[in-house]
Structures are given as structure tokens and as C-alpha cells.
């Protein structure tokens, strides 16, 4: 009888799933602007790409802040993606070994701090949502169990390593990118059969887990026994960057890395020291290749007693001809460009200025610039790009059988270009 009451829940929940009209973009993106500090990440290390082994017993550690404060009844559920972040049109009960829907029921109140809000968090797969496929999927958070109240999405990886994905990182092919670019060359090498892997096999190639930049290579270079190799001449070219920019607020009382001022009242101001552009040298200064860690060296527990404070950014820069912004960004924004972390320029002082509201920890970020004609985002103009810059990359395989539903993640590798 209780197998029959969860099978009814399930086609209840597919019914509705049918007929709702989606309001979530198959993107990590934050819905609500009291909703802060969005965490999604395996849960056996820090900050690392939401992507687990399907069962293995490797869980997604996720969390928010809720800057209303008090509790709210905050549910979730998983949709199944293709690889290019569609909706694969699959029935919960195609994916799911699990219930459809279920309440995120695990929340503290902060203690100690200026800002009061309400530390959400959750693990999964559970007893209650767990998937039984692997490929590309989609977090949805929203309220009172109206899925078109949307909170939070966030995208999670589910793989089963039925390949591997050899990965050479040299200088680019081309002449006059040698000294700025790196590219990747990779070989995907396999014992399942694959009927025809310029069809049936995709992968995506991603720098420190960056979606916005990633490459999808749809066709090989070639194919012989066992391997798939992709090292087109002209291909998987990354600009290499410059390494992160990085400041320090693990502390209220005292002054950390990068830290000019921090001023207490009503509320936390903290003044950053004034950045330069770096484009014309290579930084060779330890970075998290974007991330950001909650720290509190002031509290005890990390999640409830890091207070926020308003972090003023400063560059001190001319921008470049024609017509655009600047935006400050990293992991700790999902590398987004809106209107929260946009700068306005000084033209007196030659300046770029903008406050956002953070929480208190460790932070890598850098400076871009959106072209307004054209729509580009890009950090080169600040930041510069040299070969010489440590970056991790990413590769994703994907397969779908002939007639197949759905893209399967039968394949991911992550490495660095240089040794951490």
C-alpha cells in the first residue's frame, strides 16, 4: 500500500509537471534579491563542480541565505537536461528512483552579526530525490510548493566514467596567440561501442567550470580503434587570462588581504584597495581560479555567524573605445553580468566604483567589460591573457545511443595546468 501511495505522488507530480508553466531558466540564477550566498558543490570538497558518480554514495552539498530572516517553507525538486541545458522532456519517473518534490527542512538563524537571514542548506541524492541517470541536471528551489515561485536554480552533473578523457595543455597553434592562449587537446579513449561518434558522442570543454565560456566540440578530428581524438590546429583555443584578483574579509576587527577600511555602524562597509589594470604583465600570484570560501575568523560556525558587509570595489582605469560597462565578477556571482555588481565610472578621477553585499570570507574576482554593440563580455582589457596562467579545465563526454532519449554523462575529467 505505501508503494502504491509513493507512485501516486510521483504521477501526481508529473501531471503537474506537464501543465505548469516553467519560470526557471536552465541556468544557476537567483530569483528572489534577499536570497544570498548560493553554494552548490560535491560534497567531499569545498567548493568544487557540482558533479558526482552516479551511486556512489557522493552527495551535492547545497546552501543559501535568506536575508527575510525567519523560516519560510522553501521545497525543491530535479529536472533532467540535455547536454546543451534543454529540458530532456523525460517523466520524473524516467529519472527519478524517488519521490518528485520534496521540502528543504534543514535552516539556522543567524547569531552575532548586523545582517539577520536564515542559513538554508541540503544534501542530496537522499532518501527523498535521487536520480537514477546520469547527464546534465537542474536544482529548482521555490516557495510554498508552487513551482512558478521560483528561488534559486543550480546546475548539477551526474556521471558514470564508462570513458576517459586524456588532456594536453600547450601554447595555441596559432602564431599570434602563441604568448596568450592555451589549448586544449584532448582524446577520449573508450572499450563500450559507439556506432558513430561523430554523431552519437559530444563533449564539452569548460575553463575553471565556466559555463558562459564553454566550447562544444561537435565533431572529431579523427577516430581510430578505441580513441576518440579532438586536436584540430584551429580548435579549443582558451584565452589563458591572468590570475584572480583576491581580498580577504574573514575578519571584521582586523584588516585583511586587500583590505584598505572596514567601517561598523548601522550596518558593514568595507573599502577595498584601489585595483589597477594589470593587462600589459602576467601576475604570478596564488589564486583559487575564482572561487570564494565562507570564513569568519571572528565566530565560531562559518554558515551563521559570517556577517555581511557592503564590499566597495575600485578600479582605477580608463575604459576602452566605444560603448559598454564594467562589471566585477567570479564563482561568488556565477560570473553573471546584471545590474548588482555593474560599476559606474568617475569620469573626473578616471575611475570605476560599485558595492555588493557579501558575506564574510575569502574572494577571487575580476574586472569585465560587455561591449554594448556586440553584446561580448570578456576580462582581457583589464586583466590581460598570458599562456603562463593557472587554469583547471573541464571535460565533459556525452552519449546518446541511437534512438535514445536522452544524453547520458559517461565521461568527465578535470586537470590544471599546472601542478597546485
Known sequence: MKKLGGLLLILTACMHFAVAQQPFAYENKVYQPQIKTVICANSNKEQSLPVILL??????????????????????????????????????????????????????????????????????????????????????????????????????????????????????????????????????????????????????LMQNGISQTAITNTKPTFVRQGAIVYNDLLSNDFPGGNEFRKFDIRSIRYKGEHVQEILRDTALNVFLFADGGSNSRYASVYDENGNFFIRNQDGRDQNTDSDYAHVLFTLSAKPPAGKGDVYVAGRFNDYAINAENKMTFDAGRNRFYTSIFLKQGVYDYKYFWKDAETGKVNDIFFEGSFFETDNTYQVFVYYRKPGGRWDELIGYTNVSNKRR
Not at 546520469?134 to 516557495?143: A, E, F, P
Not at 508552487?146 to 564508462?162: C, D, G, K, P, T
Open 55 to 204: 551511486n556512489s554514495g557522493e552527495q551535492i552539498d547545497f546552501s543559501f541565505d535568506d536575508l527575510d530572516g525567519g523560516s519560510k517553507n522553501y521545497w525543491y525538486t530535479i529536472e533532467h537536461c540535455t547536454s546543451d541545458w534543454k529540458s530532456s522532456r523525460l517523466s520524473p519517473l524516467d529519472y527519478l528512483n524517488s519521490y518528485a518534490d520534496d521540502r528543504i527542512v534543514d535552516y539556522e538563524y543567524s547569531s552575532n552579526t548586523l545582517q539577520k537571514f536564515t542559513h538554508y542548506s541540503l544534501r542530496f541524492p537522499n532518501q527523498q530525490i535521487a536520480p537514477k541517470l546520469t547527464g546534465n541536471y537542474l536544482l529548482k528551489v521555490y516557495l510554498d510548493g508552487n513551482i512558478q515561485n521560483a528561488v534559486v536554480s543550480q546546475r548539477f552533473y551526474v556521471v558514470e566514467n564508462l570513458v576517459n578523457a586524456g588532456i594536453e595543455i600547450v601554447p595555441s597553434s596559432q602564431v599570434p596567440l602563441r604568448s596568450t592562449n592555451q589549448k586544449i587537446n584532448f582524446t577520449i579513449f573508450h572499450t563500450i561501442p559507439i556506432q558513430n561518434p561523430y554523431t552519437d558522442i559530444k563533449a564539452v
